[in-house]
């Protein structure tokens, strides 16, 4: 029973981290396509 609960602490920890580092991550993939395109175009 408490291995149960260990790996649903776990999971839920790894939930919580994800969703609130899930924007930073966008912004910074965002930022770095950006400048992948923008030095595609220009040089």
């Keep these: 029973m408490t ?6 602490r776990i999971f ?3 939930v919580n981290n994800i969703r ?3 924007m930073l991550y966008i912004i ?3 930022l770095l396509a ?3 395109v ?3 175009m220009f040089f």
Excluded: C
Excluded at 3 to 8: Q, V
């Design 12 to 14: 839920h920890y790894l």
């Design 3 to 8: 291995g149960i609960t260990l790996i649903r």
């Design 20 to 22: 609130e580092h899930f």
């Design 34 to 36: 950006i400048m992948d």
């Design 28 to 30: 910074l993939w965002s």
């Design 38 to 40: 923008i030095y595609i």
